[in-house]
Nanobody, 124 residues
Framework: DVQLVESGGGSVQAGGSLRLSCAAS????????IGWFRQAPGKEREGVAG?????????YYADSAKGRFTISQDKAKNTVYLQMSSLKPEDTAIYYC?????????????????WGQGTQVTVS
């Protein structure tokens, strides 16, 4: 099993920045890919960014995140970050990190096996 704990959410004014953290534990195989997803009220969950946590550390971004969000990791801390800048009100959502093995790639789309509890981001 894999356990994921998000932190770092909060309220910020438009144009501001936040850094979300996802602390991961459990089997390495189950968290080869870690992705960030978000769900706004009344909307479907959407993928934001993903990272291959071993090897090359390749990163992947949804179009909505390109240029404003950066996913990164600290392997020593088993933590994945999502640095968000130039935030907009439409970025308001609950942000979740999720993990899966790398068999289906690390793009933030499709089935992810393990999920954190989410952290609220509000941009006004």
């Amino acid at each position: 099993d894999v356990q994921l704990v998000e932190s770092g959410g909060g309220s910020v004014q438009a144009g501001g920045s936040l850094r979300l953290s996802c602390a991961a534990s459990g089997t390495t195989y189950g968290r080869q890919c870690i992705g960030w997803f978000r769900q706004a009220p009344g909307k479907e969950r959407e993928g934001v960014a993903g990272i291959y946590t071993i090897g090359s550390g390749s990163t992947y971004y949804a179009d909505s995140a390109k240029g404003r969000f950066t996913i990164s990791q600290d392997k020593a801390k088993n933590t994945v970050y999502l640095q968000m800048s130039s935030l907009k009100p439409e970025d308001t959502a609950i942000y979740y990190c999720a993990a899966r093995s790398s068999g289906y790639g690390c793009y933030p789309k499709g089935h992810y096996t393990y999920w954190g509890q989410g952290t609220q981001v509000t941009v006004s």
